[in-house]
C-alpha cells in the first residue's frame, strides 16, 4: 500500500488534528473558513519552506529531489526569460520550487540535528522498526482525531519531533511551544501512540536554530505541562465538537459588549527626563 501523501493527509477533515485545534484555540472564524468552508488562501512563508526540507532531509532524505526542486535563474523583465522561465515551470510539475539559498539553510540544518548527542544517530540511521512520517487514527474523548509522528519507535517506545525555530534557547523556545502548541502535541501524539500500541511513549523534541549560529536542542516537557496540555486538549476538543455540532464558529468575543483591561505587561508609570531629574536634585540641595 503505497504511502498517504502531505496533501491527502492535511485535506482529511473527517478528524481533527492538533494543528486544527491550534488554530481553532486561536480563531474560530479562520477555522471555519481553512477547514469548514475551504475558502482560506495558505501562507507560503520562508520559515515554513525550511522547516519543511529540513524535515525531508532528516527523516525522508531520499524523497527531497521528488519533492523539491532549485529555482534557476531567469531575468523574468525580458520576454527570453519569460520563456525560459516557463519552460522551467513546466520541467518541475509537481514538485515545490524553492531557492537555493533556503536548501543549503535546510541542509545545514539538518546536518547539524544528526550531529546531536542524543538523538542524532537516531536520525541518521533509524532503528529497523522506525515508522517515519505514517498517520495514527484515535479518538479522543470519543472525538475522531488523527496525528503523524515523525518518527516512531516502537522497540524504544519513543516518539521524535523536529522542530525548527529562530532561537534554539530554552527561554525562547518555551515561547514557540506555547504559541504553536507543542505541549498539546505532546499529549495528543502519545495518546494517538499508546492506543496504537498499548504502551506509553517518551516524546522528544529535537529542535534545531535557523540562525547562523544553527544550535540543537532535545527538549522533553515536564509532567506539569504536558498535564496543562492535557486539560487544554480536553477543552478543546470538547468546544469543537460543540461547535462542529451546531454550525457555530462565532468567537466569544464577537458577541455583545466586551470589558477590556490593558494587558499585564502595561507600565503605567512616566519616565523622568535625567536632565529634569538632575536639575530637581541640584535645587534640592541649593
Same mark, same amino acid.
Given at each position: 500500500?503505497?504511502?498517504?501523501?502531505?496533501?491527502?493527509?492535511?485535506?482529511?477533515?473527517?478528524?481533527?488534528?492538533?494543528?486544527?485545534?491550534?488554530?481553532?484555540?486561536?480563531?474560530?472564524?479562520?477555522?471555519?473558513?481553512?477547514?469548514?468552508?475551504?475558502?482560506?488562501?495558505?501562507?507560503?512563508?520562508?520559515?515554513?519552506?525550511?522547516?519543511?526540507?529540513?524535515?525531508?532531509?532528516?527523516?525522508?532524505?531520499?524523497?527531497?529531489?521528488?519533492?523539491?526542486?532549485?529555482?534557476?535563474?531567469?531575468?523574468?523583465?525580458?520576454?527570453?526569460?519569460?520563456?525560459?522561465?516557463?519552460?522551467?515551470?513546466?520541467?518541475?510539475?509537481?514538485?515545490?520550487?524553492?531557492?537555493?539559498?533556503?536548501?543549503?539553510?535546510?541542509?545545514?540544518?539538518?546536518?547539524?540535528?544528526?550531529?546531536?548527542?542524543?538523538?542524532?544517530?537516531?536520525?541518521?540511521?533509524?532503528?529497523?522498526?522506525?515508522?517515519?512520517?505514517?498517520?495514527?487514527?484515535?479518538?479522543?474523548?470519543?472525538?475522531?482525531?488523527?496525528?503523524?509522528?515523525?518518527?516512531?519507535?516502537?522497540?524504544? @517506545?519513543? +516518539? =521524535?519531533? /523536529?522542530?525548527? $525555530?529562530?532561537? %534554539?534557547?530554552?527561554?525562547?523556545?518555551?515561547?514557540?511551544?506555547? !504559541?504553536?502548541?507543542?505541549?498539546?502535541?505532546?499529549?495528543?501524539?502519545?495518546?494517538?501512540?499508546?492506543?496504537?500500541?498499548?504502551?506509553?511513549? @517518551?516524546? +522528544? =523534541?529535537? /529542535?534545531?536554530? $535557523?540562525?547562523? %549560529?544553527?544550535?540543537?536542542?532535545?527538549?522533553?516537557?515536564?509532567? !506539569?505541562?504536558?498535564?496543562?496540555?492535557?486539560?487544554?486538549?480536553?477543552?478543546?476538543?470538547?468546544?469543537?465538537?460543540?461547535?462542529?455540532?451546531?454550525?457555530?464558529?462565532?468567537? /466569544?468575543?464577537?458577541?455583545?459588549?466586551?470589558?477590556?483591561?490593558?494587558?499585564?505587561?502595561?507600565?503605567?508609570?512616566?519616565?523622568?527626563?535625567?536632565?529634569?531629574?538632575?536639575?530637581?536634585?541640584?535645587?534640592?540641595?541649593?
Amino acid at each position: 500500500m503505497s504511502k498517504e501523501s502531505n496533501l491527502a493527509y492535511h485535506s482529511d477533515m473527517s478528524r481533527v488534528s492538533n494543528s486544527m485545534l491550534t488554530v481553532l484555540k486561536r480563531s474560530p472564524k479562520e477555522f471555519e473558513k481553512r477547514f469548514i468552508l475551504r475558502k482560506w488562501i495558505e501562507s507560503d512563508s520562508k520559515p515554513l519552506r525550511i522547516g519543511n526540507m529540513v524535515h525531508c532531509l532528516t527523516l525522508e532524505p531520499t524523497d527531497f529531489e521528488n519533492r523539491y526542486i532549485v529555482a534557476e535563474k531567469h531575468d523574468r523583465r525580458t520576454n527570453v526569460g519569460k520563456a525560459s522561465w516557463a519552460e522551467f515551470e513546466a520541467r518541475a510539475e509537481g514538485l515545490e520550487i524553492v531557492d537555493a539559498d533556503e536548501v543549503k539553510l535546510a541542509i545545514d540544518c539538518a546536518k547539524e540535528l544528526v550531529k546531536h548527542d542524543q538523538f542524532g544517530s537516531l536520525l541518521a540511521s533509524p532503528p529497523s522498526d522506525a515508522v517515519i512520517e505514517e498517520r495514527i487514527d484515535f479518538e479522543w474523548n470519543g472525538v475522531a482525531a488523527r496525528c503523524k509522528p515523525d518518527m516512531l519507535i516502537p522497540s524504544m @517506545r519513543l +516518539m =521524535l519531533d /523536529v522542530k525548527t $525555530t529562530q532561537d %534554539a534557547s530554552p527561554e525562547v523556545f518555551a515561547k514557540a511551544v506555547a !504559541k504553536w502548541g507543542y505541549a498539546r502535541q505532546h499529549a495528543f501524539y502519545c495518546e494517538a501512540a499508546r492506543q496504537k500500541y498499548g504502551v506509553d511513549f @517518551r516524546f +522528544m =523534541l529535537c /529542535v534545531v536554530s $535557523t540562525n547562523q %549560529a544553527m544550535e540543537t536542542a532535545c527538549y522533553e516537557l515536564s509532567p !506539569k505541562t504536558v498535564a496543562i496540555a492535557k486539560t487544554e486538549l480536553n477543552n478543546l476538543v470538547a468546544d469543537y465538537a460543540r461547535r462542529k455540532s451546531q454550525g457555530n464558529w462565532t468567537p /466569544v468575543y464577537s458577541k455583545g459588549i466586551v470589558p477590556l483591561d490593558l494587558p499585564k505587561y502595561y507600565n503605567p508609570n512616566i519616565l523622568v527626563d535625567e536632565d529634569e531629574e538632575s536639575e530637581e536634585l541640584e535645587g534640592v540641595a541649593a
